[in-house]
């Protein structure tokens, strides 16, 4: 018996939410890996014979590797069809996986970190890609865009509570062959629920811009490396001056180039759209503020309130909660409130609740760090939805691949700005909170224990009101780039009528 026209319509509805949840798998699984790894490093130090330093490579290797070839799938995707990518990506993030989780010493640890960074980073480009094609009514795919950027935060808050008991009863090994098994299921359900697509322009000549991806990629390296290790070799050394040197010549060249392709890596035309600049800003300034900020909580937690790694994990399991709240309402929001006012309204909601971190002090409660995690995870959710689709809407259909690779690239590299920026502010804030504090107090003692004791407690109270300080900081850079957003020129946004750029 053939199926009605009612039933059809059905099918297809609820294959969109199949597609839906099968890329949801595929981002929390690579987001999950970046965020375990971390968890592993002491026992992969142990069991390497390495040094501290030398394992700070095992992660910077993956960002740089990450950041190169985001844009690249994005284009891939675009020309030759995101499934076959998507696909690719995931088959060899599984293959990645199974061979870190073999690694035998530091130099196979980091080549096999590399090829799970490159095949992971093709998700975030192509996924976005399938759902703005798959979601085709704009509110629909707002919400769809929402809930899907939402896995993000999840995954960066289960992954360490994954990892623990896992590093504890199976060895750090297991956190890399974990992916083997959901990472098939994962495999299985895109081969059977995604539909191929592609760019619309199929009938240009294929031409793939193979310079602009080696000056962009050399760029992006030279900037994630100075980013990651510019506090330990210092800002102004040789090393870092070589990669200033190389970010503005590369960026030069990059810019040329792309000026002069028939398909360049990166449309340069993006950034002569206003929505599009303006969500972009939102966003660098957002993450920028928000990681540099959070990256210190766990920190804090277990440096001052003697929280262990297990149970700093736990602070954020609201804090997931809230987020996953959050982004199907600020999807509701889609065609009744403006998107400028939805996305400022949620940064000042994520600023305030970074605000509630700066009055932090070693008598800090549990729920008084939740409750800012959760403030500002709500605030971040409900605005997602229109952040990310102002990206899907603004361009053509055909670039939403490399659209949405921008977007995570700037995520991406906001991500590395903050953590550098305020881990270097941290240590500075607190040098000279100690000569301040040291200035203004006196020792009536010269008894060897009282010495210590004041010691003790100036470095104690120079380091909080250090953090405290870099909260304000970050929360005050949220706030400010909630303002990008009140920029955004979008016409003819009505209940009844698609956004389309001004």
């Known amino acids: ?24 798998v595929g981002t929390f699984l690579g987001r999950m890996d970046q965020t375990i790894v971390n968890l592993a490093l002491p026992n992969i130090i142990s069991d390497f014979r390495i040094t501290v330093s030398a394992a700070g490579w095992i992660a910077t290797a993956y960002i740089l590797a990450n950041a190169i070839f985001v844009p690249i799938w994005g284009k891939l995707g675009d020309t030759i069809g995101r499934k076959k990518v998507y696909i690719l990506g995931f088959t060899i993030f599984i293959g990645g996986s199974v061979l870190a989780g073999l690694a035998w010493n530091l130099p196979s640890m980091i080549v096999f970190r590399v090829i799970q960074a490159i095949a992971g980073s093709a998700d975030y480009p192509t996924a976005m890609a399938i759902l703005a094609v798959t979601f085709k009514e704009q509110k629909e795919r707002a919400q769809a865009l929402g809930i899907w950027s939402s896995s993000f935060a999840a995954a960066s808050v289960f992954g360490p509570l994954i990892g623990g008991p896992l590093i504890d009863h199976f060895g750090w090994r297991s956190v890399f062959l974990v992916n083997l098994p959901i990472g098939i299921v994962g495999l299985l359900m895109a081969i059977r629920f995604i539909n191929e697509s592609r760019s619309e322009q199929n009938d240009k000549p294929t031409y793939f811009d193979w310079w602009g991806a080696m000056s962009l990629g050399g760029m992006l390296s030279a900037l994630v490396l100075v980013l990651d290790q510019g506090p330990t070799w210092g800002w102004l050394s040789v090393g870092s001056l070589i990669c200033y040197f190389l970010i503005v010549v590369l960026t030069g060249v990059f810019i040329k180039i792309e000026q002069n392709v028939p398909e360049p890596i990166v449309d340069l035309r993006f950034f002569k759209i206003p929505a599009f600049v303006n969500t972009l800003l939102n966003n660098f300034v957002v993450f920028m503020g928000m990681m ?85 995870a709500f605030g971040l959710g409900f605005g997602m939805a229109q952040r990310t689709n102002v990206i899907a809407s603004v361009v053509d259909q055909h670039e939403i691949g490399i659209a949405s690779s921008i977007l995570a690239l700037a995520r991406n590299v906001a991500g590395a700005f903050g953590i550098a920026i305020f881990g270097t502010l941290l240590t500075n804030r607190t040098k000279y909170n100690v000569m301040h504090i040291n200035s203004l107090s006196v020792l009536n003692s010269h008894l060897a224990l009282d010495i210590q004791k004041y010691v ?22 949220v706030a400010v780039g909630a303002f990008a957003a009140l920029t955004l020129k979008l016409k003819n946004e009505r209940l009844d009528i698609k956004v389309h750029v001004e």
Request: positive net charge.
């Open 1 to 24: 018996m053939e199926p009605t026209a009612e039933q059809t319509v059905q099918k297809k509805s609820n294959l969109r939410w199949w597609i839906l949840l099968t890329v949801i």
């Open 292 to 376: 540099g900020g959070l990256f210190l909580l766990p920190v804090f937690a277990q440096t001052f309130l003697g929280y262990n790694a297990t149970q700093a994990g736990y602070l954020f399991i609201p804090m997931a909660a809230a987020l996953m709240l959050a982004a199907p309402i600020g999807g509701a929001l889609m065609g009744k409130v403006q998107t400028r006012y939805v996305i400022f309204a949620s940064t000042i909601v994520a600023a305030l609740g970074l605000y509630l971190f700066s009055f932090l002090d070693p008598k800090t409660t549990a729920l008084s760090l939740m409750i800012p995690l959760c403030v500002m």
């Open 456 to 477: 003790t407690l100036v470095e104690l109270k120079a380091q909080i009101d250090a953090y405290n300080y870099v909260f304000l900081i970050s929360a005050i850079i």
